[in-house]
């Protein structure tokens, strides 16, 4: 896998790498610890094919920009187009793997952009903004509502969620993302972060897991 030369490495394809469609505030909880109300439409957000790095073999933030906040987040692999409204077949059908990934923000940047009712993408599509893991077949997964996420760093587990929890479960999402606009193979989707995001420093050692599926160890640079 070589996501520098803008490949990803699903079940043994190759595709170009795409676009990433982020979900923001799909967890409950998360939207409560920062104090952002629950959208009624599900809140969508696009970081560029170019933010997306491996989590293999370490990782570098930003360290002039303020606060980098991790947020872990299941990572969709799609594989083959899906546009207009898919019904639910044609997206299990299109889903060619799942990833741990962290979708890095600038939170101080993000808040300043917020006060301001400006776009995200200062504070959320810097280069390194999308670190991903490699990705695992989906026939392995049984229940797309039960895929576990865990984030621990420097030995403390800091995030720990399931998409159970989602507020949009992941094939309604994809099918509301292609009713506005056209997913091609090798686009990610990044479905949202669980509460307990918080800022990483360089130094810090984790382990970003979908548990029972995958494993990555990493560092911070
Ligand atoms: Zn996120």
Redesign the pocket.
């Known amino acids: 896998m070589s996501y520098q030369h803008k490949y990803v490495d699903g079940t043994g394809i190759h595709f170009p790498l795409g676009k990433v469609v ?1 979900i ?1 505030r799909n967890y409950a909880e998360h939207a409560k610890e920062l104090d952002n109300p629950i959208p009624a439409e599900p809140l969508l957000f696009i970081k560029p094919g170019s933010c997306v790095v491996p989590i293999e073999g370490g990782f570098s933030i930003p360290t002039d920009r303020g606060s980098v906040h991790y ?1 872990a ?1 299941i990572v969709v692999l799609i594989g083959k187009p899906l546009s207009k409204k898919p019904d639910r077949e044609e997206v299990l059908d299109a889903i060619s793997g799942f990833a741990p990934g962290l ?1 890095l923000t600038l939170r101080d940047v993000q808040s300043k952009l917020k006060e301001k009712g400006l776009p995200w993408e200062l504070a959320k599509s810097f280069d390194g903004a999308a670190v991903v893991a490699p990705f695992v077949s989906p026939d392995a997964f049984a229940d797309l509502t039960d895929i576990p996420i865990r984030l621990t760093i420097n030995g403390e587990v800091r995030q720990d969620g399931n998409s159970s929890l989602m507020l949009n479960p992941i094939v309604p999402i994809i099918q509301h993302i292609a009713s506005h606009f056209s997913l091609q193979a090798g686009d990610l989707i ?1 479905t ?2 669980p509460a307990g995001v918080g800022p990483f420093s360089v130094g810090d050692q984790i382990v970003l897991e979908l548990p029972g599926y995958s494993s990555f160890e990493s560092d911070v640079r």
């Open positions: 982020c923001g947020e987040e979708d990044m949202g972060t």
